[in-house]
């Protein structure tokens, strides 16, 4: 057999290499990819930096579901919590699970500083803020498990609000969404695979309050209206698909809300990643 000798410039290479696998996971053969599920959704997050927005012109008659929207930003933090909480329990005895449970805690921390931000922006009554305090007081105080607490909030309550952000909103309020829904996907797929692992399933009092809290939100709309997106009915019915089936049709629509070129727009209502 042939001995290999690695020079300290071949091994500063292979360091190299390994480093940059880390910074780019997608530049990684489909053979040399994750293990597991979990390392996998850890390797695709994307780094971002949370953008102080300005307010500009929203859709006619959307300001309070605007501002409603945003008052439940109350509940990003106590997600995180959630999924602290539920690791000092049991968890599946995967690899990479702890790790990507521990890095959507802080996304969360992130996504807290950007919904601050456009809250400030647009300005949110106390009226709205105090009653959205009571909601997020409601989800504190219900028996279920954190992680499933957890992944309802973000399936079927955060995966219609951003959406809401996004065909309701103006340039700043887009970009706040695009950078917090890629993390909440990662989010609910892993939050999805620790529920399906525990056997954690969703029961009438939280689906209840699941759809209290998006019917409050979408108090100031018309159940039925010409504008879909001016519609209660659209966005509840979404989050009842979302709850049910994982999906919503009709939201994936919201995605071709137009992102203006850097040239048309304030630059501070622009992405920025690190």
């Not at 529920?195 to 209840?208: P, R, S, Y």
């Not at 919503?248 to 809300?257: I, M, P, Q, Y």
């Not at 850097?262 to 920025?272: H, I």
Request: with cysteine.
């Amino acid at each position: 057999m042939r001995r290999v000798n690695l020079s300290n410039k071949s091994m500063n290479k292979i360091s190299s290499l390994e480093e940059t696998k880390q910074a780019f996971p997608f530049s990684v053969p489909s053979n040399e990819r994750a293990k597991n599920p979990y390392i996998h959704l850890h390797q695709r997050k994307r780094t971002w930096t949370p953008v102080k927005v300005t307010a500009d012109a929203l859709m006619p008659e959307a300001e309070e579901v605007i501002q409603r929207a945003l008052a439940l930003r109350c509940l990003e933090i106590p997600v995180g919590d959630f999924i602290e909480q539920a690791m000092k329990g049991d968890l599946p005895d995967e690899e990479g699970c702890i790790d990507l449970l521990k890095s959507n805690v802080e996304d969360e921390e992130k996504h807290d500083i950007a919904l601050n931000f456009a809250a400030q922006a647009h300005k949110v009554p106390d009226r709205i803020e105090k009653e959205a305090q009571h909601i997020c007081k409601t989800w504190l105080e219900l028996d279920r498990h954190p992680v499933l607490k957890a992944v309802v909030l973000e399936r079927s309550v955060f995966f219609v609000l951003l959406p809401i952000f996004r065909a309701l909103g103006d340039t700043g309020l887009r970009t706040t969404s695009a950078d917090i829904s890629r993390d909440e996907q990662t989010h609910v797929a892993a939050n999805s695979l620790v529920c399906e692992a525990l056997g954690l399933k969703g029961d009438k009092t939280i689906n209840a309050l699941r759809r209290a809290t998006v019917s409050w939100v979408l108090k100031p709309l018309q159940g039925q209206a010409d504008n879909k997106y001016l519609s209660s009915n659209f966005w509840l019915a979404s989050s009842d698909s979302l709850y049910a089936n994982g999906k919503a049709e009709g939201l994936g629509e919201t995605r071709a809300s137009r992102m203006p070129a850097f040239f048309e727009t304030n630059s501070v209502n622009l992405p920025q990643y690190a």
